[in-house]
T-cell receptor, first 115, second 113 residues
Framework: NAGVTQTPKFQVLKTGQSMTLQCAQD?????MYWYRQDPGMGLRLIYYSASEGTTDKGEVPNGYNVSRLNKREFSLRLESAAPSQTSVYFC??????????????FGNGTRLTVT | AQSVTQLGSHVSVSEGALVLLRCNYS??????LFWYVQYPNQGLQLLLK??????LVKGINGFEAEFKKSETSFHLTKPSAHMSDAAEYFC???????????FGKGNQVVVIP
């Protein structure tokens, strides 16, 4: 099983450019998430989708948009990249966001640098 | 405010020695508790989770954690460190009434031969 697949693995952008990070899961999970990881900050939730057709803001949503394309895919878009968005981005999925006990399955991350 | 705390960003341990990583949460109601591990250039993997069935939880790779309600803690231990345990470890908490997972800031474990 592939699990959670993220593309691209690496990306360098110039300030003001836009891009979309792609994420797909093959575990038939209902809930999907986007996190960013910065040194000393742990993981911070950007957006999540509890089920197909719904999306909600997390802790740090400013500067990002998301699309839950179908049950498998959840994309993250940066409309106008800023240096503060330099980070490692992780997509994750879980069986259901309504079950507090449902663990997350993570992709291997996208390393984004904005110059 | 509800929060999860991991102290000491970097932890050095000798090979064969005890690994102890501390996690405390702030909540009057016991939450759901997890430990995740991240190996270099990879995503996070579930190490273990507290399900309320038992206060001592065993996970993968010889790790275990004990839930102590009176101390609002969920510390992670492994009796004997191995070189392959070098990784970053995150405590994560889902607080009652909020289905979002809150992560601690992580502990980078270095194993010294």
């Amino acid at each position: 099983n592939a699990g959670v697949t993220q593309t691209p693995k690496f990306q360098v952008l110039k300030t003001g450019q836009s891009m979309t990070l792609q994420c797909a899961q093959d575990m038939n999970h209902n809930s999907m998430y986007w996190y960013r990881q910065d040194p000393g900050m742990g993981l911070r939730l950007i957006y999540y989708s509890a089920s197909e057709g719904t999306t909600d803001k997390g802790e740090v949503p400013n500067g990002y948009n998301v699309s839950r394309l179908n049950k498998r895919e959840f994309s993250l878009r940066l409309e106008s990249a800023a240096p503060s968005q330099t980070s490692v981005y992780f997509c994750a999925s879980s069986e259901t966001g309504e079950s507090y006990n449902s663990p997350l399955h993570f992709g291997n991350g996208t390393r984004l640098t904005v110059t | 405010a509800q929060s999860v705390t991991q102290l000491g960003s970097h932890v050095s341990v000798s090979e064969g020695a005890l690994v102890l990583l501390r996690c405390n949460y702030s909540s009057s109601v016991p939450p759901y508790l997890f430990w995740y591990v991240q190996y270099p250039n990879q995503g996070l993997q579930l190490l273990l989770k507290y399900t309320s069935a038992a206060t001592l939880v065993k996970g993968i790779n010889g790790f275990e954690a004990e839930f102590k309600k009176s101390e609002t803690s969920f510390h992670l231990t492994k009796p004997s460190a191995h070189m392959s345990d070098a990784a970053e470890y995150f405590c994560a908490v889902t607080f009652y009434g909020n289905n979002r997972l809150a992560f601690g800031k992580g502990n980078q474990v270095v194993v010294i031969p």
